[in-house]
């Protein structure tokens, strides 16, 4: 009997594993937020979701204390005002545990049937997501909407796709026949059970709380585990929106709405966060966030399979270009896409202090990082323009950290303080990109400085930009490493270097494609071969552990008499 | 260009990958010592090979102090003498670094078709070996040549198999293109390196040397991963030749031997066994052994990935039985089998007090554990038939906890030393068997009692023995849980118990097979779902996360162009 939720949406799953085992391009939600796709009035109706939130309680019929909580504020300048169910962590845990018992009983196609019905409903949900996205993260509309929505929608999928593709290779029974050379074989029946490991916890982040957190959350619900989803004090309202969704659909399928729970904080939740994720219920952790927090799970929560994806430093190699002005204009569009607050964001971009090579002759080193800072100044020349790439500031210490780096070195762009045209109080921040030597400034560029940050420093030459890409990504983590090259002795170094880093790469981007740009079903997003992640998103190692077999075995008669 | 080795073995291969989907009997390794099968003269050779192991050097050209070292004892009762070349940890590493970076190169084919090679000339040489398991572990002979032989040989097969399953879907490359609306689409090739972790460290024990060892030495190496080997320093020899013969196939296929090496130590090793497992090169750690060892690693190894078997209780549920003598008789071997050294012998042994119905009427508690101690008596009556079952006792620590148990509890069978007739000076004890009540001793059979010791433990119903049974091997561990009931709705919630219990079940083994024994490709070994155990052998989890995957991506033309 497949669940019907299953056979609904078995076409999609079908095209996820081909998706996955190919990885061309492929995506089934739309990620232009297209009156066609979406509805005429899909925009409309979504902002006025999002805005009938704002100043009132979201409620959630799930374990509470009674009280309210949640403090959010807009980067856009306006205290959301949104209050959330307060919830003890031992009545959450307690109601997890409790809707674990039947949820683990209905099986793999159940669990995948109901991850993929609560995708549809999010994704038709993706205006309220993207509103709600833009106004706790401050990415601007058009970002908040893709990477919010269908992007996000994406992953999740990806994550279903693979939980599934692994479950399936489980099969339900055997026969196993054993001859016994004269006497009669020995035959027994033997019966397989997926078996989830309990409850896992997601622990979103403050800049892409969903995108980061659906991997986690549908990895666990497509393997048969609850999920208490934590998001960040500073972006509950997305997670929020998508565990009400979540909610919905395991209610009407019958199963008891609390596998999915939230744990609404306000900051400083620290320790909260501490207990919860030492409980040993708590089986699964997937975390998105600092390396400091990141890896104190890693050390302390012993009882659970934990997931991290935690700080890097990002680097972009300049040996060369066929064409520099469409390289530049590419690295400047990556700087200031969302303020340079993506995890994928480049920091530092190693350029020869000799120079390079170009296709117009010879470009010195002042020249190549010039290039950079006056393509990032004209990309946020005009306000208007510039608040729909650079969105907002997340919080105040991203905008402090600017201040701070400021002093490090010679400004080759500064940062500015702009005025959003529809919203005056918006912290809204141009890059700062800097100029370092790669001789005695080291110290300063080892380590993330989180947000629109970045260097352009002189080296030796390409091998040294090569040799320190490899060993800051080996050492300190890293998400993207990007080179510029005409030279393919030089792009085959720059993918050993990537190896030796355990960093993806990308070649010679001068068009639509950006480097902090990731493209489920096809790109592998993190490898888990650097202290950037443990893990990727997504392939196997990601979901397998997420799920043990309990088998058993029985005599029966053999199928066939030996001679 | 399929590397010849893969393209010599494809056919095992594929055999092993349709054995681990269907998961019914399949072995490549004859499990008789048949002379049609491994030679007319294979048995005396591979004595003569081990006697000639005995009071001499074993060579082995890796990286080594000069020194030699080794201190191996036969339970039979006499000092092997086999010295090997001690090796100092910062050389191993730095050879075995030296040797991934050629290897990791390789290739999937190439690290499957070696690991292949290696393990069809293992099966060669599984008379050598069954006699150095046999003098290392106290394995009656026949044990040592199936368990040591072909079915670690099988154990290995499977994880290569499982291996190849996950790096076959990871494609070398794909091609993305992306519709841009009335725009050219974007296109790009991607190509995708599985990069493997660096070093595997495997921790072998002094009981099953091979078959607990060869499934993370051949998941790491067909990963792509180096491996250093740390026997038990009471079971050096199997795996010594083991590594000797996987040097000798790297170092013909063309790579550096380094990619395997031996780390032979004495007694007293563990603070150089904490000191390898913390360095940082260390990125795999396969560890069979104690809880408090296999406990530490998962705490402090924090670099590496850690897979672990640690100890267990395992626990029959006597309910009721068609054929009582029968039921007997299985568990009396499964008791007696190798002296209870094995990590799936049966420990405590639940019958309701109140008796239970048997095919011949009612049977009362004292009949039943009258029934299994008289069976076991009965199996090691002849000392001469005994000693090829129950084999001799690894190590004094196993003869004290004999004795030290008896005087826990009425003895329902005493544990005897007998003489081995070829071997007077081995250690060989019968086993010991106790009546315990649930009500009272829980505390003494809560934990494992490693050797030939068992308890027979009256409960109140089958209700609580079930209860006992899931709640001690969800808090204590387990591999095997063991049911005797002709009640469909018992057997039913016995499978629950295993569930919850997260532990194999068997259910009425009254013939062939027994509870100890796991068959590869079929059996999964372990659940990772309770704490003896934090990984089965074998199924995905235990290899995804030995290899990680970068990817490199570079604009191309599109193949298609958009209208």
């Known amino acids: 009997m497949t669940h019907p939720l299953f056979a609904k949406h078995e076409d999609t799953l079908k095209n996820a594993l081909d998706a996955i085992a190919s990885r061309g391009y492929w995506s089934p939600f739309a990620e232009m937020p297209s009156p066609k796709v979406y509805g005429e009035t899909g925009n409309a109706d979504g902002e006025a979701a999002f805005k009938a939130h704002l100043d009132h309680e979201f409620p959630l019929d ?10 959010e504020q807009s980067p856009f300048g306006f205290a959301l005002g949104v209050r959330y169910p307060k919830a003890d962590v031992d009545a959450l845990i307690g109601a997890a545990a409790a809707a674990e018992r039947s949820w683990r009983k209905a099986g793999p196609e159940a669990w995948a049937g109901v991850s993929l019905e609560i995708l549809a409903r999010l994704n038709r949900a ?9 106004h706790t993260t401050g990415q601007a509309f058009m970002m908040a909407f893709q990477a919010g929505g269908p992007h996000a929608q994406d992953r999740a999928l990806e994550a279903v ?25 020995l035959a027994m029946r033997k019966r397989y059970t997926v078996v989830p490991r309990g409850i896992g916890l997601v622990l979103g982040c403050c800049t892409f709380p969903t995108w980061n957190g659906y991997p986690g959350l549908f990895a666990d619900l497509a393997t048969g585990n609850t999920v208490i989803v934590k998001p960040h004090p500073g972006a509950i309202l997305p997670l929020a929106i998508t565990v009400r969704i979540a909610r919905d659909v395991l209610r009407e399928a019958g199963f008891d709405p609390n596998v999915v729970t939230l744990l609404a904080t306000e900051p400083g939740d620290g320790p909260l966060v501490q207990e919860i994720a030492l409980r040993p219920e708590i089986k ?23 997931f991290t994806e935690k700080a890097g430093v990002n680097q972009i190699v300049v040996d060369s270009a066929d064409d520099l002005k ?71 210490g991203i905008a402090r950290r600017i201040d701070e780096a400021r002093s490090l070195g010679h400004v080759l762009a500064d940062s500015q303080t702009l005025e959003h045209p529809a919203f005056p109080q918006a912290r809204v921040r ?89 493209a489920a079903f096809s790109d592998f997003h993190g490898t888990g071969a650097n202290p950037a992640a443990n893990a990727a998103l997504t392939d196997a190692a990601f979901v397998a552990n997420r799920f043990r077999v309990v088998q058993s075995r029985i005599h029966v008669a053999p199928r066939e008499q030996s001679a």
Chains 1, 2 share one sequence.
């Open 430 to 518: 141009t890059p700062l990109v800097l100029q370092f030597d790669a001789a005695k400034d080291s110290a300063k560029f080892s380590g993330e400085w989180f947000g629109p940050i970045s260097f352009v420093i002189a080296t030796d030459s390409t091998a040294q930009s090569l040799e320190l890409a490899a060993s800051l990504a080996a050492r300190h983590g890293a998400l993207t490493l990007s080179v510029y090259s005409t030279d393919e002795a030089t792009i085959e170094a720059a993918h050993d270097a990537a190896i030796d880093g355990g960093v993806a790469l990308s070649i010679n981007l001068t068009g639509g494609v950006f480097v902090n740009q990731s």
């Open 161 to 185: 796709a693979y939980a599934w593709d692994e479950l399936r290779r489980v099969p339900a029974g055997a026969h196993w026949e054993k001859p016994q050379g004269k006497n009669p074989p």
């Open 284 to 306: 699964l952790i997937d975390f998105t966030g600092s390396t400091q927090n990141g890896t104190w799970l890693e050390r302390n929560a012993h009882q659970a399979q934990v």
């Open 326 to 396: 469409a390289a530049v204009r590419n690295i400047a569009f990556s700087l200031a896409l969302y303020s340079g607050q993506m995890c994928t964001a480049p920091q530092n971009i190693y350029v020869p202090r000799d120079g390079i090579r170009t296709a117009e002759g010879h470009a010195s080193f002042d020249e190549v990082a010039q290039a950079i800072a006056g393509a990032v100044q004209k990309l946020v020349a005009d306000p208007a323009r510039a608040v729909e790439l650079i969105g907002a500031i997340q919080n105040d």
């Open 62 to 71: 799930q374990p509470s204390t009674g009280d309210w909580i949640g403090a």
């Open 126 to 134: 993706s205006f309220e997501i993207a509103y709600s996205v833009m």
